[in-house]
């Protein structure tokens, strides 16, 4: 992840084609040791690659990955409220407090 990281940044700066040096330098500017093997290897996987439509595309990847039950916990909700409401709410009940919820006679907060 650092040596990503250090890479964009490079792309940031206005190096279009970082080289291993220049993401060593960034790396060891905030006091990480690079492996030159690991900053070897990503730089041979983007050599001849722009960043930013690599950026593109991994966001379209992304865009098909479910992220989370949000979305689908409100369509039932939209599909209730369409049918008229014919649902009506329940009534919750309130549960007592049990004599291991009451007060023990001691805080843990004081």
Do not use: F, H, M, Y
């Given at each position: 992840m650092r040596v990503?990281?250090?890479v964009l940044l490079a792309v940031l700066g206005g190096k279009a084609n970082p080289t291993a040096d220049d993401v060593k330098a960034i790396l060891s500017s905030v006091g990480v040791e690079a492996d030159s093997a690991d900053v070897e290897r990503l730089l041979?996987?983007?050599?001849?690659?722009?960043?930013?439509?690599?950026?593109?595309?991994?966001?379209?990847?992304?865009?098909?990955?479910?992220?989370?039950?949000?979305a689908v916990a409100a369509a039932p909700a939209a599909g209730g409220a369409a049918a008229g409401g014919a649902a009506p709410a329940k009534e919750e009940k309130k549960e007592e407090p049990s004599e291991e919820d009451e007060d023990m006679g001691f805080s843990l907060f004081d």
């Open positions: 990503v990281s250090a041979k996987e983007l050599e001849g690659k722009d960043i930013n439509e690599l950026i593109a595309a991994g966001r379209e990847k992304l865009q098909s990955v479910p992220s989370g039950g949000g």
